[in-house]
């Protein structure tokens, strides 16, 4: 079976880069980096019960994901998704390691429950209505090339198009000495099996013991290096450019994924 | 889908170390709950505890994933011939070849609540030797056992829940089905630690004794601990009659609470659908069904309503978590060695600690132990976020 998939749409969030328009321009060079804080908005799909209890991550998981299927112009309550993230809320997780340091030991129902590794992929379903399968990963800093293999995997098989959301956001002091993620990031693919008149461009994977591509411009390569679902630039720098290529992004310590970029139109 | 091949399997819990004991405690209906003494958790409830966690030692090379939940894959590793069973394996197909794929919802978390007991007076930092990769981070599970087989393969946690290890069957199949990998070890760890003991605590979801799923008087869950392992492959030419396969997966999503279960079970019904569509198999076709069964009012109430929607009332069922107690992300692939064993060994193991079940209750549960020639059963794995995964396995006769 060929591992391939077509993108039809993506979604981008980060630290200067707010959607898929302003950072292609960027990875393209045909505008300067600027970092600034990650704008995340309270997602207007959730009832406001809901949006109350939601975290950076999930707004950010929810954000990048309707970018994308809008993009794509497909309906995300038919989607199955893929999710993938180093770490869940780190807030929520610093919260609770709080209170039960605490003699008391409370710890509030709500931030339990959202405690989850899958609460973003939870709160992606309420949102869209979607029942569709999700599938909710974390491979430390290879969480990006896990998702894009399960996500990829699904095409292959079930021959129905896909969701990819891998995103990542920070953890507060002291966890963050410990696992120092700067800041909110993330990216979400639409992949499909079949190619449509609007297809972005195909993609097809393998394993490979080659170098990784890195970003020439500097703070680009740090975001890159410091947040797991950045090691995914390399690969969006490529479909930007609309041109056929090869790219390698970082996966585990002793594998990358060689990733050859096929544009559509 | 093309049938997977279980070529070997494993599970330690508190009702046994490997498949003999487990075997032993499920033939003779016995429960390994007992009253919460774990840790400095101070709470009036019961729990699954596996006695042997903390003498375990991890391999020195490996020291740095030294945490509750690594050393509990590490006893169950060495149970059973598993070890043994993937380094033939990888003689084969080579270990770049072969995935790891496993299930855990708080994986080292236990190490980080400690981490915080002991944070400097002054600056607030975590202790020197807290290795948050190898201990907290969802996918150190993974990386230890990855490590610890020398496999060269994809590896990755799925951690949806108390669906976590359910789905990594679904996962491994997309892998072995799309030629990512030749075979797969997938399984599921869960550890007992504060997070979840006094975060269910907070929900009211556990019960002061020990379980009692479809009870007429079950009011919430005993949180167990396990790890479970099972090595799969493409279904060979040839097999023994007891060997079990992998028929169906089915997945879905509630779309309805983040803790609570949709009411009738929807989500619960497609995953248990899709199961059977991907089986190509009647829902007649499922002799025994291994039920999610936590034993809180709301779920139990829910699950019914889907199992009796899509079976009928006349599918036996039962759930197990009155012996093993909630063993949350190694629950499914727990479940998943429960129902191999009940395949091979012609027994629907009873659920125990239930007296009375619930005649509100419509689906036919099983109380006491059953023989039964079963060809084929299913077992559910639903968890927060809404998130539902129901698995078909078969004897391949």
Known sequence: MNFSAYVEGIGVLGPGLEGWPEAAAILTDCRAYRSAATVLEAPALLPAAERRRTGRVVKLAIGIGLEATRQAGMNPADLPSVFSSSGADGHNCHEICLALAAASREISPTRFANSVHNAAAGYWSIATGSMCASNVLCAFDASFGAGLLEAVAHVCVEREPVLLAAYDSEYPQPLHAKRPIPEAFGIALVLASEQRSSSIARIAISMTESASDTLVEPQLEALRLSIPAARGLPLLRQLALREHGRTTLDYLDDTRLAIEVSPCR | ?397
């Open chain 2, 1 to 397: 889908m093309k049938p997977l091949h279980l070529k070997t399997f494993t599970a330690t819990s508190c009702i046994g170390r490997g498949l003999v004991q487990t075997l032993g405690s499920l033939s003779g209906q016995r429960s390994g709950l007992r009253p919460c003494e774990f840790e400095t958790a101070r709470l009036d409830t019961y729990v699954g505890e596996v006695a042997e966690v903390d003498s375990q030692a991890i391999p020195a090379p490996l020291r740095r994933y030294d945490c509750r939940n690594n050393r509990l894959a590490e006893l169950a590793l060495n149970e059973d011939g598993f070890l043994e069973a993937v380094n033939a394996v990888a003689g084969r197909w080579g270990a770049r070849r072969i995935g790891v794929i496993l299930g855990t919802s708080t994986a080292g978390i236990l190490q980080t609540e400690q981490a915080y007991r002991r944070r400097d007076a002054l600056s607030g930092a975590l202790p020197a030797e807290f290795d948050y990769g190898a201990t907290q981070n969802s996918f150190s599970v993974a990386d230890y056992v990855r490590r610890r087989l020398m496999l060269e393969g994809p590896a990755v946690v799925i951690s949806s829940a108390c669906a976590s290890s359910a789905k990594v069957f679904a996962s491994a199949r997309r892998f072995l089905e799309s030629g990512l990998i030749d075979a797969a070890v997938v399984g599921g760890v869960d550890s007992l630690c504060l997070t979840t003991l006094y975060g269910f605590d907070s929900l009211q979801l556990t019960s002061k004794a020990p379980c009692r799923p479809f009870d007429v008087a079950r009011d919430g869950i005993s949180i167990g601990e396990a790890a479970a392992f099972a090595l799969l492959e493409r279904e060979p030419k040839s097999l023994d009659a007891d060997d079990v396969l992998l028929l169906g997966v089915g997945e879905s999503n509630d779309a309805y609470h983040m803790s609570a279960p949709h009411p009738e079970g929807l989500g619960a019904r497609m995953a248990m659908r899709a199961a059977l569509a991907s089986a190509n198999l009647d829902a007649d076709a499922i002799d025994y069904i291994n039920l999610h069964g936590t034993a809180t009012p709301s779920n139990d109430r829910s699950e019914s309503h889907a199992v009796t929607a899509v079976f009928g009332p006349m599918t036996p069922c039962s759930s197990t978590k009155g012996a093993t107690g909630h063993t949350l992300g190694a629950a499914g692939a727990l479940e998943a060695v429960i129902c191999a064993l009940a395949l091979q060994n012609r027994l629907m193991p009873g659920g125990v600690q239930t007296s009375q079940v619930d005649p509100l209750l419509t689906a036919h549960y099983l109380k006491e132990n059953r023989r039964y020639p079963l060809a084929r059963v299913l077992s559910n794995s639903f968890g927060f976020g809404g998130t539902n995964c129901s698995l078909i396995f078969g004897r391949a006769e």
